[in-house]
Structures are given as structure tokens and as C-alpha cells.
């Protein structure tokens, strides 16, 4: 997980618009935010994103 994209999440964390445990819609709003970065994470590295938010650590 690079830093750019623990900064996009933490971002989308600030707007408090959704759970960040929703991540169909953290995606929907990484994508409306031009985050595509994450968008695409979110499609590959689920798993790795749910670790972060658990832990506040990013592999």
C-alpha cells in the first residue's frame, strides 16, 4: 500500500460520508473524489484495505 493511498482513504475518512467498512461505497466516493488509484486498490487489495482500517497499518 503506497502512501498516496493511505492518504486518499484517510481523506474519504475526513468527509465522514460513509462506514468506511462499506467499501463498495468508499469506492463509489474514491471514484466521484478522482482517487483512482484506490479505486482500483479496492478491486485488488480488499483485504489489505480492511487490515488498514482495522489497524491504521498498511503493508
Known amino acids: 500500500m503506497t502512501d498516496k493511498i493511505k492518504e486518499q482513504i484517510l481523506a474519504i475518512r475526513d468527509?465522514?460520508?460513509?462506514?468506511?467498512?462499506?467499501v463498495n461505497?468508499?469506492?463509489t466516493i474514491a471514484d466521484e473524489?478522482?482517487?483512482?488509484?484506490?479505486?482500483i486498490f479496492l478491486e485488488e487489495e480488499k483485504i489489505k484495505y480492511?487490515?488498514?482500517?482495522l489497524t491504521g497499518k498498511g503493508e
Open 33 to 39: 473524489m478522482e482517487f483512482y488509484e484506490l479505486v
Open 50 to 53: 480492511v487490515n488498514f482500517i
Open 15 to 22: 468527509t465522514g460520508l460513509t462506514n468506511m467498512f462499506d
Open 25 to 27: 461505497a468508499v469506492q
